[in-house]
């Protein structure tokens, strides 16, 4: 199993990324996903989920009309679109899948499998 971040980087405040996860080695069509992220000296925050299908899709409040999450069951893929980054959202971003395919988890116990996370830099 495995999921691989990757998008990062350093970006200006008001700036935008584009995170992907690439999953391999279980049916990722059957699992939901999502972001989380670490600030140093923080705790790991939900950031965003998304069901199986993508019906259904939940948000910290922090990101809410910033961010965008998607995925592609085709490629195996989900997608972080960050817009309008603020220095706030600076951490290092994972992504993580959860059995519970039909519901927005938004509790990292749920989730079976993460990735390596990526660093997101946001200069003031």
């Known amino acids: 199993v495995q999921l691989q971040a990757s998008g990062g980087g350093l970006v200006q405040a008001g700036g935008s990324l584009r995170l992907s996860c690439a999953a391999s080695?279980?049916?990722?069509?059957?699992?939901?996903m999502g972001w989380f992220r670490q600030a140093p000296g923080k705790e790991r925050e939900f950031v965003a989920a998304?069901?199986?299908?993508?019906?259904?899709?939940q948000y910290a409040d922090s990101v809410k009309g910033r961010f965008t999450i998607s995925r592609e069951n085709a490629k195996n893929t989900v997608y972080l679109q960050m817009n309008s980054l603020k220095s706030e959202d600076t951490a290092v971003y994972y992504c993580?899948?959860?059995?519970?395919?039909?519901?927005?988890?938004?509790?990292?116990?749920?989730?079976?499998?993460w990735g390596q996370g990526t660093q997101v830099t946001v200069s003031s």
């Open positions: 993580a899948a959860s059995p519970l395919m039909s519901k927005v988890v938004t509790g990292d116990a749920s989730y079976t499998y």
């Open positions: 080695g279980f049916t990722f069509s059957r699992y939901g």
């Open positions: 998304i069901t199986w299908t993508g019906d259904r899709i």
